[in-house]
């Protein structure tokens, strides 16, 4: 019998664990926190469900006031579920959790009409660690881990299988091998996935959501069957499974379209992304294609929610730095192009317990980076409100990784429902600012330091389009640092960050 890819790679959590002193987010308090996005947006008439975030001491009742007809909220759990109303428009709610130790109240905004993903995703995809090793029980396991590690009380919600699931056209081994598709056309999954309705089922019925992978061409990129001439059949099929996210990778079009003609370019995604739409399920489209023809202009015409802008983060070179921050430099450029329900995607958060894509058959192991290199790529993310998918090993999440994934109000700046990606202010050799827009007439500012030791920086109010006096706030320590005129400066570490929020006084 095949051993569950969960248990592969155990390693004592203790040899994973970072200097506690690097530790920046500070625990939560058992009084409740409502956290996540504040809008969500549906589609009319389709099925319905969020698992409302929050921290604190456990049990916690919730309750939501103003809920539309057709939903409803499992006070134990946090989870509503139901039919989305069918008339198009903003419903305004309030969600309360309140435990022994206390109450907390925050504002909701369903919108229904026809945008979804109205903040980034967040979320797990199992690639950068799995690869190839993936079987129901994995997918079980990392809906577990993230309830458990406490993930998804801070807003990730999707459980993400990427490639290898389908059948493996010419493969000997027995539960990759048979017939792709069964005698009406649908895709099978392979024997390592046995019931797609009961896994789906499994990670819903913790308040979360199920995505699947698939290409437009005829092989997926680990040459496993792809959707080429077959895309209302798939589409159909992952509706019917339970699936809520698609990402559609490119790979084995580039044999179909040989050239570099922007139609060609645009006709997959243009084809699944009509055909999701006419599904009786809401499947938040992600477009995988390495930013080609400049995918970041017409993305959101296409029917896509998010596209990747770059090639594959694991596969970028180190230079001077990390090759996370080459990524992140191209990404953000396209700071334009990015709103609600239309979101620039530099690939995955690739810290904690990771493999090694140059080198996919070796044991995952913990990330090289510093943790200033991880606070700063997360900043980055953040500022730049890219989708937050993390893709370590989420079974083997120790302390450090999660302050770095879990702080409230960082997340708060990836999810504000302004949805602004943060403009470049400067760049130079040593240093790099991103000026985010928020809601509430504030912005958060990230101060990256590339050189190879500390330095001061400095953000002058004009660069961050504001004037006057400002209130400054540590995002990462969660503490308020005085008022500031003129500018705002920092000590920073060296490839590190000083990530705030400036309030006009």
């Known amino acids: 019998m095949r051993t569950s890819v969960a248990v592969l790679f155990l390693l004592p959590l203790a040899a994973l664990a970072q ?5 920046l987010t500070p625990k939560p308090g058992p009084e409740p926190r409502i956290n996540g ?28 006031r103003g809920l539309p007809a057709g939903l409803k909220l499992d006070a134990a759990t946090g989870i509503i579920n139901g039919t989305t109303p069918a008339k198009a428009g903003p419903y305004n709610l309030t969600l309360r959790a309140s435990n022994a130790r206390g109450k907390a109240e925050r504002r909701f905004r369903i919108v229904v009409g026809d945008t979804l993903a109205l903040t980034p995703p967040m979320g797990w995809n199992h690639w950068y660690t799995y690869y190839d090793r993936v079987d ?22 999707y ?77 159909r099929q992952f509706a019917a ?41 809401e499947i938040v489209f992600n477009l995988c294609q390495y930013g080609m023809s400049d995918v970041w202009k017409w993305g959101g015409e296409v029917g896509g929610h998010a596209w990747r802008t770059t090639g594959d983060l694991g596969l970028e070179k180190d230079t001077r730095l990390p090759g996370f921050y080459s990524i992140a430099f ?7 192009y990015a709103g609600p329900g239309r979101w620039n ?31 700063a790529y997360m900043s980055m993310w953040a500022l730049m409100a890219a989708p937050l998918f993390y893709s370590g090993d989420i079974t083997r999440l120790d302390d450090f990784t999660l302050n770095v994934l879990c702080n409230a109000e960082v997340i708060d700046v990836d999810q504000d429902p302004l949805g602004k990606q943060a403009r470049v202010a400067r ?73 705030v929020r400036l309030l006009p006084r």
């Open 330 to 336: 191209k990404n953000a450029e396209h700071y334009d």
């Open 159 to 235: 459980v993400n299988i990427d490639d290898c699931w389908m059948m493996k056209p010419g493969s000997t081994d027995p539960t990759l091998s048979g017939t792709a598709r069964d005698a009406a056309g649908a895709i099978r999954a392979n024997g390592r996935f046995p019931d797609m309705n009961a896994l789906t089922a499994y990670i819903h019925a913790r308040g979360l959501k199920a995505g699947l992978y698939t290409s437009p061409g005829p092989l997926t990129c680990a040459r496993y069957e792809g959707s080429y001439q077959h895309e209302e059949a798939d589409a």
């Open 37 to 64: 996005p504040k809008v969500y947006g549906a589609r009319p008439g389709m099925p319905f469900l969020y698992r409302i975030p929050a921290t604190g001491m456990r049990p916690m009742r919730f309750a939501a």
């Open 427 to 499: 760049k130079t050799a040593d240093e790099f600012v991103l000026i985010k827009p928020l809601e509430d007439g504030s912005v958060a500012a990230g101060l990256f330091n590339l050189a190879d030791e500390p330095r001061t920086i400095a953000v002058t109010l004009a660069e961050a389009g504001l004037k006057g006096r400002v209130a400054a706030r540590d995002l990462w320590r969660q503490k308020d640092l005085g008022v500031s005129q003129d500018r705002f400066t920092a000590a920073v570490a060296r490839h590190g960050v000083s990530m």
């Open 345 to 375: 995607d530099p690939d995955y958060i690739l810290i904690g317990v990771i493999g090694n894509a140059r080198k996919i058959g070796e044991a995952p192991r913990r990330t090289t980076l510093t943790a200033d290199e991880q606070y």
């Open 19 to 23: 200097d506690a002193g690097a530790i």
């Open 136 to 157: 129901d029980k994995l997918f079980r396991a990392a809906a577990d881990a993230m309830i458990a590690s406490g993930m998804a009380d801070y807003g990730y919600q």
């Open 241 to 281: 499974w339970g699936f809520d996210f698609l990402k559609y990778d490119w790979c084995s079009y580039r044999k179909i379209a040989t050239g570099e003609d922007l139609a060609d370019r645009r006709k997959p995604y243009e084809l699944m992304g009509a055909i999701l739409r006419k599904q009786n399920r």
